[in-house]
């Protein structure tokens, strides 16, 4: 499978893998990821999708039912109060290339990353909402492209 994606990024252009990765992101696809980008680049992404992973199914496991609210789902519900689910994703991505720097593509993304916590007392979730910009680096590899780098802040 990891060999089939590497093909499939070949037919993507630069701009298209970068849209592709963050719809990774936003649908916890680690596989995808990883394929995509570099190790060193995609290690915080990949382990945010991991843990958001792991205790959604653990938590289908215990409870019987799907506990992931997509944000872009519970955005569009108005927000509503989410009881126990886990709000989690991505919304307002904006991909945008800023430059070249010899064969490699420069691009600057911004996102908002939502993703309920519960509360330290054990009832109820905080919406946590991260107004995230990235800087990526975007190298050919091979037949296509691959995210060698990621430069992530927080948005004011």
């Known amino acids: 499978l990891a060999h089939q994606l590497v093909d499939l990024r070949g037919v993507l252009g630069p701009t298209e893998l ?7 992101v936003d649908q916890l696809d680690t596989e995808w990821i990883e394929a995509s ?15 958001v992973n792991v205790l959604a199914k653990y938590r289908f496991a215990m409870e019987q039912r799907d ?11 108005g927000r509503p109060d989410p009881g126990d689910s886990i709000v989690y994703g991505l919304a307002g991505l904006t991909v945008e290339e800023t430059g070249e720097s010899g064969r490699a593509r420069l691009y600057e993304v911004e996102f908002d990353l939502w993703m309920t916590e519960p509360l330290e007392s054990g009832i109820g979730v905080t ?7 990235d800087r990526l680096r975007v190298e050919p590899a091979g037949e ?7 430069e992530r802040s927080e948005r004011r």
Do not use: F
């Open 127 to 133: 919406q946590n909402r991260q107004a995230l910009r």
């Open 37 to 51: 980008a570099d190790r060193k680049a995609a290690k915080d992404d990949v382990t945010l999708a991991t843990n």
């Open 67 to 77: 506990v992931l609210y997509p944000a872009a789902k519970w955005i569009a519900d």
């Open 18 to 24: 970068v849209e592709s990765y963050y719809r990774a």
């Open 144 to 150: 296509g492209w691959r995210i060698v780098s990621i």
